[in-house]
């Protein structure tokens, strides 16, 4: 071979396993634009006076081995000590059958949220049993399909009680001051901006006060069990809305807060088999009465059924979602925690009621021993009932148990008023009890268990009341798959029914489903990342740390900001905090009264929503017709309101696909008025590497790194929506109580349950940053608007595309206008993206941010055949809808009104066009067939019929 030794090396190098088109791919589709270079594209695309200067200070690019190797000598640093600090993150056991077929197998985890359900059934199957079990453990009527932690979703259960509590005089919320402190963090940073008073107090005097809602722990901080039924009761009676934060693991083995007459139960479904992972992704669970269920937070799977009357799963009741109902949703929520949610549910299924019931009692049994052997000692337990958790008063032995823990390389609880307490788990061993009374009392004797245990099980530990009378888990789906061939069937069965990247590309316009590659999924398994908690102390998390400061200052310099925190979990959380710093910061410089939040019509529906939550007021700027920011009505609009404005919330590129040539004079002339610019950084997949908003003169953005970072879609989330600020806006970034950030404001409250949000996957953004390095980070920019362009032009000449931008060039991302072909031939865009399901692909984004559109983004990852493969379906559904045009075909019986096409379809094929037709419409097909697995879904009937809990087998048709 002809060939250096570096050339030679080239074939590690990651870049050309991350971009799909290979150089002589590239050329090609250069050649087809007319274009010679890259940078002759990025020339006529992108506008000169934002582009960047110079390169990226970013490390070159490594390979995936070095790059493996390094993040190791990170994961090194942390120290894997033993865990029973509690406090909504315990150690637990992942059935290896669901960690290695679920939590690292793409087939679940690069599917998308389910908006397609024909192709989704398998993960809405198991979303809709993560609500059965929701229910069943809560005793509640109805559940959604997670939240993004627990304290989050206190702070959302508090704003539901304000929506739904009859008491509408009152603006006081009461919260029990032994719930976990992280949450009362993050209610309180919510309470101050919606201006509700925070009232707290031990949760059996809840009722002394006048409240629209309040919030009590089961199982407390403490460990405290108490009986909640006489104070929900009292509270009843004064109209407050109860909710209940529980621990699912004791819902197992105690009544129910739904039993006791609760109105909202949540809390953290991690210790059903998700790891801890310094803190997260968790999902959490969110349960209510059906009276609730148009003010509940989040999304929600119901039953309907498809057009051959069979049973299907879809999302239920959208239209509480911020997409439609924008500042007046139930809440900002999008991406959410559904990979995390069916690990939970699927542990479930693969214990089943008595599998569980047994992890329950032994865990508590195991507390109960260890509580009277350290009561045998003479140590006196703050709480006088437990489930799992003990709180000791040692004081004055404090350090020296301390130091005997870390000698034993165990953590415990401290509490700020000294105390100590620990959380038995799953995992915990007869061995690591002893450890535990030897770290306690410093007492080296072996304990006699079989005298322990008798008295723990004739103890009682808590009211005898309190014991679970209620079956729980009665559905089949989780009194059958108990041997591991089983569940593993079932898993296979779920993840058959679902399109995910392993099949297709998913050019969702927005969302940026990229490559997730393998080795940027590695690590976040490896037990040095995986089994970190997040409290432990800073001495063993060193490369946690280590790796967050580096991955967030990667993310500064990419975004052209002083600062970034990684701690909100999506980005509308992302979008939440940043409008918190803005308002801080107006409120530093006495300007308390701004308060008007200019949005472009234009905008992603969490914008409107997030500004709502930070107590803002909306008012809605104009596109114009090349879907720009109307220039003149923004000066307008700002001018008007110039005294009260607070920000403008913009995207950029444009939610429209096209770089605005006005970015800079538009956050000018919000300065100008004294107001703050929010960029909606989902977009940075056209901006890395070539331009930034720190750059344009924004102040402050989100990013998805589960969009242009590469953490996959898991579904329906996990994501991670960290902002980048200026330094002006720096002591206004979110800190924690539990876990002092000293990078930031020291008063400033929580935006999520974790210090560092979702830090358990970090280390994927952390891979995919160093593997690309910055030649290859600005290159996948260059490739993605390649891809985009190359597959615009090809569209173009079949389907109106609504915008361009300067040298009928896009960004990263097109819309193909599909409003015409329905007027003229009542073919809907509907009709297409159901069609594309036949073809073997999940549709663009439909019908955002324009009606009756489809968005299109392939991404840098997508190679040409696969474009090509898109275009090919584009086109041939264009000659389709020719044929209904020209009365070939039926009008509403013809293969896109009957689209999705299913193999039950071939058992009766009465239709007036060819099964080759209707199922194999492109040649080859045959050899390579996803089939979707229900016909198209009716979604009216489903909220009409409401029905969100697993359907008995008897009632699935
Ligand atoms: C995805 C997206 C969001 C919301 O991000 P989540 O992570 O889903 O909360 C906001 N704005 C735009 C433009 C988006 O595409």
């Not at 409107?608 to 114009?624: H, R």
């Amino acid at each position: 071979m002809n060939k250096t030794l570096h050339e030679l090396s080239n074939q590690q190098e990651f870049i050309q396993r991350h971009v799909g088109p290979d150089v002589n791919e590239t050329q090609q589709m250069l050649e087809y634009l007319g274009l010679s270079s890259l940078d002759e594209l990025l020339e006529q695309t992108v506008p000169n006076k934002i582009r960047l200067p110079e390169e990226l200070n970013i490390p070159s690019a490594r390979s995936e081995q070095s790059a493996l190797d390094d993040i190791a000598q990170y994961a090194k640093m942390n120290k894997v000590f033993r865990s029973y600090i509690g406090m909504g993150y315990h150690h637990t056991k992942t059935p290896t059958v669901i960690l290695r077929n679920v939590l690292e197998n793409p087939g679940w985890y690069t599917a998308y949220t389910p908006y397609q359900p024909e192709i989704a059934q398998g993960r809405l199957e198991a979303i809709i049993t993560y609500q059965q079990m929701s229910i069943d453990l809560t005793g509640m009527e109805l559940a959604s399909a997670s939240l993004l932690d627990e304290a989050t979703a206190a702070a959302e259960a508090m704003a539901m009680a304000k929506r739904v509590s009859k008491n509408k005089k009152s603006n006081q919320f009461f919260v029990d001051e032994n719930a976990f402190p992280q949450t009362i963090d993050v209610i309180k940073t919510r309470a101050e901006h919606y201006g509700f008073e925070l009232i707290f107090g031990n949760a059996k005097d809840a009722a002394e006060h006048d409240v629209f809602g309040a919030y009590v722990q089961y199982t407390d901080r403490t460990g405290e069990v108490i009986d909640l039924q006489a104070v929900i009761e009292a509270l009843h009676e004064k109209k407050a809305i109860v909710s209940v934060g529980a621990d699912i693991m004791s819902l197992v083995m105690l009544k129910s807060p739904g039993e006791m007459g609760a109105d909202i139960v949540l809390g953290s479904s991690q210790r059903f088999g998700v790891p801890v992972g310094f803190g997260g992704p968790h999902a959490a669970f969110f349960a209510t009465r059906e009276k609730f269920k148009r003010a509940m937070p989040g999304r929600i799977i119901g039953v309907s059924i498809d057009t051959n009357e069979r049973s299907a799963y879809r999302m239920a009741m959208q239209t509480r979602e911020q997409h439609i109902r924008r500042e007046k949703a139930t809440s900002n929520i999008c991406t959410a925690q559904v990979l995390l949610a069916n690990i939970a549910a699927f542990y479930a299924v693969y214990h089943g009621p008595e599998g569980l019931k047994q992890i329950a009692y032994r865990i508590h049994r195991l507390a109960g021993i260890l509580a009277h052997a350290l009561q045998d000692k003479g140590i006196k337990l703050v709480n006088q009932t437990y489930f799992d958790t003990l709180t000791i008063d040692a004081v004055d032995q404090r350090d020296e148990i301390i130091a005997r823990a870390t000698e034993a390389e165990i953590n415990l609880r401290i509490d700020n008023n000294g105390q100590l307490g620990l959380s038995i788990d799953e995992a915990t061993t007869e061995q690591e009890i002893q450890a535990l009374y030897q770290v306690l009392t410093g007492d080296d004797s072996a304990l006699d268990f079989g005298d322990l245990d008798q008295r723990a099980q004739a103890h009682e530990s808590f009211e005898k009341g309190l014991l679970r009378e209620t079956e729980i888990l009665q559905h089949p789906v989780f009194n059958t798959h108990h041997s591991e061939t089983e569940m593993l069937r079932f898993l296979k069965k779920l993840e058959n029914k679902d399109l995910s990247l392993t099949h297709a590309m998913i050019a969702l316009g927005s969302c940026t489903m990229k490559l997730n590659a393998t080795s940027e999924m590695l690590p976040i398994t490896w037990k040095e990342f995986a089994s970190i908690h997040p409290f432990a102390p800073a001495d063993q998390t060193q490369g946690y740390q280590k790796l967050i400061e580096q991955l967030e200052g990667w993310l500064a310099e990419i975004t052209g900001y002083d600062a970034v925190t990684v701690q909100p979990n999506s980005g509308a959380q992302g979008e939440y905090a940043g409008l918190l710093a803005i308002k801080k910061y107006h409120e530093s410089l006495g300007q308390d009264h701004r308060n008007i939040c200019l949005i472009p019509s234009s905008a992603h529906g969490t914008n409107p929503a997030s500004a709502q939550m930070a107590n803002m007021k909306v008012m809605i700027v104009n596109c114009d017709e090349q879907g720009n920011v109307d220039y003149e009505d923004l000066k307008a609009k700002a001018e008007q309101v110039s005294e009260n404005l607070s920000c403008l919330m913009i995207t950029y590129p444009s939610t429209h696909g096209v770089y605005e040539e006005h970015i800079k004079d538009i956050c000018d002339v919000i300065h100008q008025h004294g107001g703050q610019v929010y960029m909606d950084g989902a977009n940075m997949n056209a901006q890395v590497g070539i331009t930034s908003p720190g750059l344009m003169g924004s102040d402050v953005s989100h990013l998805n790194l589960h969009k242009t970072f590469a953490i996959p879609h898991g579904g329906g989330g996990p994501g991670v929506g960290p902002i980048g600020v200026k330094a002006h806006l720096k002591p206004f970034l979110p800190n924690h109580s539990v876990r002092k950030l000293t990078s930031t404001g020291e008063n400033n409250g929580a935006v999520s349950a974790a210090p560092f949000g979702s830090g358990g996957i970090l280390p994927i953004s952390w891979m995919y940053v160093a593997m690309l390095g910055k030649e290859g980070l600005t290159h996948s920019t260059k490739m993605a608007l390649l891809n985009a362009n190359y597959l615009t032009t090809k569209l173009s000449e079949h389907y109106p595309i609504l915008y361009t931008g300067r040298n009928n060039k896009v960004a990263h991302e097109c819309i193909v206008d599909l409003r015409p072909l329905k007027a003229e031939t009542g073919i809907t865009e509907v009709d297409i993206a159901k069609r594309l399901m036949d073809y073997g692909f999940h549709a663009p984004t439909m019908s955002f941010p324009v009606a009756g559109t489809l968005m299109i983004e392939p991404t840098e990852s997508e190679p040409l055949c696969e474009i090509e493969r898109f275009a090919t379906a584009m086109i041939s559904i264009k000659q389709e809808i020719e044929k209904v045009r020209s009365g070939e075909w039926q009008a509403d019986n013809n293969p896109l009104t009957n689209a999705p096409h299913t193999q039950v379809d071939l058992l009766d094929w009465n239709k007036p066009y060819s099964i080759k037709e209707g199922v194999y419409p492109v040649d080859g097909q045959e050899n390579n067939k996803f089939w979707p697995t229900a016909n198209r879904i009716d979604d009216v009937y489903g909220d009409r019929n409401l029905m969100c809990a697993c359907p008995s087998p008897e009632d699935y048709r």
